[in-house]
């Protein structure tokens, strides 16, 4: 890929600069199909551009399909589209045109036709207008538990961003979010963000599931329990769980930085444990290691596990459905 140049001074848009030059680079070869362009953070650092100019840039070109983005893979160069064989582009009614004839030859029915025609535009239409939310919140295990709750919405597509990653500029909302969802406790740390983007944001409430609390309050009384933990919010939020059922235990906790022999020998001793959901998926070695000696010395494994309260529940699908109203009456 050949250097990117933007004049910060010009009348083009800086994202359109930046999407036009990557365009013509691939019209030329430079950047051949299948190529993986730099990382948005790589690109703003190597174009002097904001993250999110940058994203901004490389949805105009997935839009116009010269460029495909993988979600967590990366983004790559398109196939180029043949055009005929003078090159030129065919107009809309050379297309029906061919696609009547093409019919004809197969001998297709036009009323089975229009019928199909109609259906592949309704289904068109329908995924241009779908809404898509930002769903925030600061514990990524947290976070993956509950968006596909979220995303069973209906005519909802959801995009996961941990509130530290916005917070510091290592991720930025994709332009193409219609609004954002974050957890009541994090709003004030949000609200400034989602004020700068301009994106409208609707907040949740999350609770303890009830499997949690029956796991939870099935424990004696004169037992310590150990506490398996990745942030401070969530060590909190777990106190507060065991105070709320009156829970007086002694607590050994320990953060995966921080691991030390004394949490594991708790374990080896058959002390409950408890840990954030689908701890496993981002835990490190020494960690999995721990969990497995604690399930092999049958020590109670408990995954503390959130979810959407059903009123915050309510409140999402009424937002979701009168945006989806608004976006297709052209209100939004």
């Given amino acids: ?172 909302i994709s332009s193409r979010c219609d609004l954002a969802f974050i957890s009541q406790s994090h709003y004030k740390e949000f609200i400034g963000y989602a004020d700068a983007l301009g994106i409208p944001t609707e907040t949740f409430a999350l609770v303890e599931s009830r499997e949690t609390i029956a796991r939870l309050a099935t424990i004696p009384e004169e037992q310590p329990v150990c506490i398996l933990y990745r942030s401070a919010a969530f060590l909190k939020n777990i106190k507060r769980t065991l105070h709320f059922l009156g829970k007086m235990n002694e607590q050994i906790c320990s953060s995966e930085e921080e691991m030390s022999e004394a949490i594991d020998n708790c374990c080896r001793q058959g002390m409950p444990l408890i840990i954030p959901p689908d701890y496993i998926e981002y835990a490190s070695a020494w960690t999995l290691q721990v969990v497995a000696r604690a399930r092999k010395s049958k020590c109670r494994i408990i995954p503390m596990e959130y979810e959407i309260d059903q009123g915050s529940w309510m409140h999402m699908v009424e937002v979701v459905t009168k945006m989806d109203r608004q976006k297709g009456n052209g209100e939004i």
């Avoid at 650092?45 to 840039?57: D, I, R, Y």
């Avoid at 297709?108 to 809404?131: G, Y």
């Avoid at 976070?143 to 996961?160: C, D, G, K, Q, R």
């Avoid at 509130?163 to 500029?169: E, F, I, K, R």
């Fill in 1 to 172: 890929m050949e250097k990117i140049e933007i004049d910060k001074n010009g009348e083009a848009p800086l994202y359109l600069q930046l999407a036009r030059q990557i365009e013509q680079q691939a019209a030329n070869g430079i950047l051949v199909p299948g190529e993986r362009l730099l990382s948005e953070i790589k690109m703003a650092n190597e174009s002097g551009l904001s993250v999110g100019t940058v994203k901004k840039a490389y949805a105009w070109l997935q839009d116009r399909g010269i460029v495909q983005k993988i979600r967590g893979g990366g983004t790559y160069v398109q196939e180029k589209k043949s055009g005929n064989v003078q090159g030129k582009e065919k107009s809309p009614s050379e297309i029906v045109e061919e696609m009547f004839s093409k019919v004809s030859e197969s001998g297709m029915p036009m009323n089975r036709l229009f019928l199909l025609a109609q259906q592949e535009l309704v289904s068109r239409f329908q995924e241009k207008q779908k809404i898509c939310a930002a769903l925030v919140e600061c514990n990524v295990e947290t976070l993956h538990s509950i968006a596909p709750v979220v995303e069973s919405i209906p005519n909802l597509t959801v995009e996961t961003y941990v509130l530290s990653d916005l917070l510091t500029g290592n991720r930025v």
